[in-house]
């Protein structure tokens, strides 16, 4: 199944693409109106006037694991922590001051996305390795809803990656190797060899944010 994936928003400095190690089990929308019912005095049911409507939030919980490919969990946190981190140079989106913490895109295949501002951050440590590095993670995360739609944004499928049938992208972020890449993709982190040999990497170890990799089916 396709990885979920957090990323900036378009026009959102710098990019940041973060994939979820494990997909959701399950997510919650939310969604509330106000309404007044003023004090009256004679009736037992006064009139209830509409205020305004709020913003739909969307929760779920994250689990994170690195305890096969033997990396720190922490390097995917930080990556979801720093969306949250405030850009000074951002301005707009009603902010008094100059800046903000950036507006982010949850996605889950092609068909739906959910823009918004992440308002909430719960990080749970519950496995270690004999060093103290952790390597398991479980995180409770919330999304504000920052731009109006009338039901989850549709998008029209990419192209496949070079044209062949069942070829995926896998696009680079900051801190990912390509044995996790391999373990991501299928399950195997021994598998990275036959990423670089499909893509024709000399220097596996050295990938660079934002480089494009094919992902192919298993031979």
């Known amino acids: 199944m396709e990885k979920a994936i957090i990323k900036t928003a378009q026009g ?17 929308f939310r969604k509330s109106n106000d309404w007044n019912a003023p004090k009256t005095v ?3 049911l006064p009139d209830i ?13 994250l689990f994170l694991d690195t305890s096969v490919t033997g990396g720190d969990v922490r390097d995917t946190v930080n990556k979801i922590h720093n969306l949250m981190k ?23 295949g092609q068909t739906w996305s ?35 739609t009338d039901e989850p944004q549709t998008r029209s499928q990419n192209p496949t990656t070079m044209g062949r049938q069942g070829y995926r992208q896998w696009v680079v972020s ?6 996790w890449i391999a373990f991501s993709e299928y399950g195997d982190a021994s598998k990275w060899r036959y990423i ?23 031979p």
């Open 12 to 28: 959102e400095t710098p990019a940041v693409t973060v994939q979820c190690l494990f997909n959701p089990s399950e997510y919650t």
């Open 42 to 44: 004679g009736t037992d």
């Open 49 to 61: 006037q509409f205020t305004g409507g709020n913003s739909a939030s969307l929760t779920m919980q």
């Open 86 to 108: 405030i850009n000074p140079n951002a301005t707009g989106h009603g902010t008094a001051t100059q800046g903000r913490p950036p507006f982010v895109e949850f996605q889950w």
């Open 114 to 148: 959910f823009k918004a501002v992440i308002t909430s951050l719960t990080e749970r440590y519950t496995l270690f390795r004999e060093d103290g590095i952790p390597v398991r993670a479980t995180l409770d995360i919330t999304f504000l809803q920052g731009e109006r």
């Open 174 to 179: 900051e801190g990912d190797t390509i044995d």
């Open 196 to 218: 670089a040999d499909i893509n024709n990497l000399n220097e596996p170890d050295r990938l660079k944010p934002g480089q494009a990799l094919a992902i192919a089916p298993l």
